[in-house]
């Protein structure tokens, strides 16, 4: 397919996906996650392709989540999204190739979700890690509350979730959410190192250690799923969702006090 927001590089046994949003912060939208699903299938069948890299253009976010500026709106947009996020996090996690995240800036809500999906992580140190699920009405249900756990542990994830704070690259790397942190004229080095790494192992032993180290994790799908009906249903219906998006949109911060006095939400 044409693609309009990602670009797909293959050479030299490497495939590299970049979201090419950068005036959006790299926000995916409904064409984004499609052109995603398309990159990443074409990656994992290539049998040339040992390691793929995901990153984001320019210099100031890897992703930060979806499109809040261009929120989807309707039932059949959502139900769309119900099934892209799916097909991209099994395009991602049982293609059997090694992904490699490289970050530089944000990598906060959506985004941070896509990075818990790759496999390892690179960040320089202008890396800021978070969710924003509960600032806009939501939940990081596509893999984030599902995989943060097993990540960093039960009790950080529930600080991430629940607090939605933001963590700089040092601080993502002490709690397992990057694997190594790096001054940003050394990030391209270093991932071409990682990956020229990677590339001298056996392919068919790393597509043997990606899915048996996913085992436990799949389980997780039904979770997923249900998550995914859930936030369809809650974004299209849900005031509280509408006031943090609308919130967002309006540079103000958003009123959850009426949700939690009794008084409702207002009239639409």
Not at 42 to 63: Q, Y
Not at 94 to 114: D, H
Not at 187 to 206: E, F, K, M, N
Request: charged share 25%.
């Amino acid at each position: 397919m044409a693609y309009e927001d990602i670009l797909l590089e293959v050479g030299d046994g490497r495939a590299t996906v970049t979201i090419n949003r950068p005036d959006k912060l790299n926000a995916f939208r409904g064409r984004t996650i499609l052109e995603l699903c398309d990159a990443f299938e074409r990656a994992g069948d290539d049998e040339a392709v040992g390691v793929i890299v995901f990153t984001g253009a320019g210099e100031r976010a890897f992703c930060v989540g979806g499109d809040v500026m261009e929120p989807t709106r309707t039932m059949r947009e959502k139900r769309e999204g119900h099934i892209l996020g799916p097909r991209l996090a099994s395009a991602m996690r049982n293609s059997g190739t090694p992904i490699i995240c490289r970050v530089r800036g944000w990598c906060i809500g959506g985004g941070n979700e896509l990075n818990i999906m790759s496999d390892l992580t690179i960040s320089d140190d202008t890396g800021r890690f978070g969710q924003a699920g509960p600032k806009i009405g939501s939940a990081p249900l596509w893999w984030g509350c599902q995989l943060m756990p097993a990540v960093v542990g039960e009790k950080k994830a529930r600080e991430i979730l629940f607090l939605t704070r933001h963590y700089d690259a040092h601080e993502a790397r002490a709690m397992g959410l990057v694997n190594e942190v790096v001054a940003p004229d050394a990030l391209d080095a270093t991932v071409d190192r990682w990956c020229d790494q990677i590339l001298r192992r056996s392919p068919q032993g790393l597509r043997m250690a990606k899915i048996s180290m996913n085992t436990r994790t799949d389980a997780l799908y039904g979770s997923v799923n249900a998550g995914m009906e859930l936030m369809a249903i809650n974004h299209v219906y849900g005031p509280e969702p509408q006031e943090g998006i609308r919130s967002f949109q309006e540079k103000r911060p958003a009123d959850w006090r009426r949700f939690r006095d009794g008084e409702g939400p207002e009239p639409t």
